[in-house]
């Protein structure tokens, strides 16, 4: 079936699991069968970041009695869906109810127990949980499914450890040491069957998660570098979680650096774009906390602002271009690599703009703008 396609999270996969979903449909074959299929399909879209499709499919393998395969499966793809967007308890539920469903997994691994189990567990800080299940599920002589997440969620526990050491002043040693013997045991992902290039693609993602945790749980000064590749790798794996986590994580390193804040804002602002369609609500609060400590706006940039409405008379429309880059919060440097401008020139509309406007600053120029904005509306 898919499993023969390039990887179990490519969008053939989910195509042919569509097209089997609807032949099974039309041809009146029991709710389990559909079920099932729906519910392979949902865990697919889910690591691809469709959460909004892979909510659907589960709706169609829970809406009736799925039969344990469909309801196992449905279960885990739910537990992770709702750990990703910070629902714990409905995560732990989901979990709690697919192991009573089937208590034989080891003997059967075309479930995600393992990775579930890791990813929960680091979400809610049991490192010696998700350091278990992940060394359980590469252990095993048949890969479980998304056997490639397992090294980077044990590394991302224990990376997790050494930060928190060091932010309470505490030796980080024992987390560096555990740390050393994963990567010692594993320098590389383990990998599934598939020889695709989407799966290839996913794989080197992977990968360059796992080498940036292990850089973060050292502390190394290269650590921003190693996010950087580790989102672009998520990015070209069409990854969204891990690409959103990727970007949050190279923009903290970044922010210790002045010389690299340009590049963090637009690494953190990828971030938070992510974060809020996949509705990572612990990832959101993480990146929003991040950007306010660091002072960066996170505001869009209306495209088509209705300055021209707004009783700001007099204004050129590279004025209103800049006026709306100054209330979405950007400053001079990135306004004028937006609009291909020097620095000067951006400060000189910005003069022309606190002259025509009465106002004394950037600030007061974009509290005015936005009070007039929804007066407008109003």
């Not at 034989?104 to 990813?119: C, H, I, K, Q, S």
């Not at 060091?166 to 320098?187: E, I, K, T």
């Not at 979680?241 to 690494?267: F, H, I, N, Q, S």
């Amino acid at each position: 079936m898919s499993n023969c396609l390039d990887g179990a999270a490519s969008w053939d996969a989910i195509e042919h699991l569509r097209r089997c979903r609807q032949e099974m449909k039309s041809l009146g074959a029991p709710h389990c069968y559909v079920a099932w299929l729906s519910a392979m399909e949902a865990q697919r879209l889910l690591l691809l970041g469709d959460w909004r499709a892979c909510s659907e499919r589960l709706r169609v393998a829970l809406g009736s009695t799925p039969g344990q395969l469909g309801d196992t499966t449905a279960r885990l793809t739910a537990a992770q869906l709702a750990c990703r967007q910070g629902r714990l308890a409905d995560a732990e539920a989901h979990l709690a109810r697919a192991e009573e469903l089937f208590t034989n997994e080891w003997g059967y691994l075309a479930f995600t127990f393992d990775a579930v189990r890791a990813e929960l567990a680091v979400a809610t800080g049991a490192t010696d949980v998700a350091i278990a299940a992940a060394l359980a599920g590469v252990a095993k002589d048949l890969r479980s499914v998304q056997v490639e997440r397992l090294i980077p969620l044990a590394a991302s526990a224990i990376a997790n450890d050494a930060q928190l050491a060091r932010d309470r002043g505490v030796n980080p040693q024992s987390a560096l040491s555990r740390l050393h013997n994963l990567r010692r045991d594993y320098p590389n992902v383990v990998a599934d069957v598939g020889i695709g290039p989407m799966y290839q693609s996913q794989l080197r993602a992977m990968q360059a998660w796992y080498d940036a945790e292990v850089q973060r749980g050292h502390d190394d000064p290269a650590a921003a570098t190693a996010w950087n590749r580790a989102a672009q790798a998520c990015a070209e794996a069409e990854l969204a979680w891990d690409e959103a986590y990727a970007w949050w994580r190279a923009a903290e390193a970044m922010t210790k650096d002045r010389t690299a804040r340009d590049a963090a804002v637009t690494a953190l602002r990828r971030a938070h774009e992510l974060a809020l369609d996949l509705q990572a609500m612990p990832l959101l609060s993480e990146v929003e906390a991040l950007a306010q400590s660091a002072r960066i706006s996170l505001a869009a940039v209306d495209e088509n602002p209705p300055i021209e409405t707004l009783g700001l008379p007099g204004l050129t429309p590279r004025e209103r271009e800049v006026l709306t880059h100054i209330v979405a919060g950007r400053t001079y440097g990135e306004i004028a690599r937006e609009l291909v401008v020097s620095e000067k020139t951006v400060s000189v509309h910005v003069s022309h703009l606190l002259h025509k406007t009465g106002t004394t600053n950037r600030i007061a120029l974009a509290q005015l703008t936005r009070r007039v904005t929804s007066a407008d509306a109003d």
